[in-house]
Nanobody, 127 residues
Framework: EVQLVESGGGLVQAGGSLRLSCAAS????????IGWFRQAPGKEREGVAC????????DYADSVKGRFTISADNAKNTVYLQMNSLEPEDSAVYYC????????????????????WGQGTQVTVSS
């Protein structure tokens, strides 16, 4: 059974930090890019960051560049999202998702083409 399990969400004040984790199982980790997405109430789901487990290639949405860092621990089949300098606008449900490794570049941040999704974890940033 394919599973992507997010953890690490919570409530934090503006300027604070959180670290999200995404544990993957049930599929070959090296065959997929793993990305983080978010969806705020009334807004469309958007790509935040994505990493290739094979070559480590990373893409970020412009809105999080310089504040968020994605990383992967291939031995644990886990991807992390370190979020610093959080802003109220970052409040959303954060999801991790997997798209095949042959999908390249910013296309990996397109929600509609992801194969697998986690259940999401809530991040709330208070002002």
């Amino acid at each position: 059974e394919v599973q992507l399990v997010e953890s690490g969400g919570g409530l934090v004040q503006a300027g604070g930090s959180l670290r999200l984790s995404c544990a993957a199982s049930g599929f070959t980790f090296d065959d997929y890019n793993i990305g983080w997405f978010r969806q705020a109430p009334g807004k469309e789901r958007e790509g935040v960051a994505c990493i290739s487990s094979v070559d480590g290639h990373i893409d970020y949405a412009d809105s999080v560049k310089g504040r968020f860092t994605i990383s992967a621990d291939n031995a644990k089949n886990t991807v992390y999202l370190q979020m610093n300098s959080l802003e109220p606008e970052d409040s959303a449900v954060y999801y991790c998702a997997a798209v095949p490794i042959y999908i390249a570049g910013a296309l990996r941040l397109v929600p509609d083409i992801q194969d697998y999704w986690g259940q999401g974890t809530q991040v709330t940033v208070s002002s």
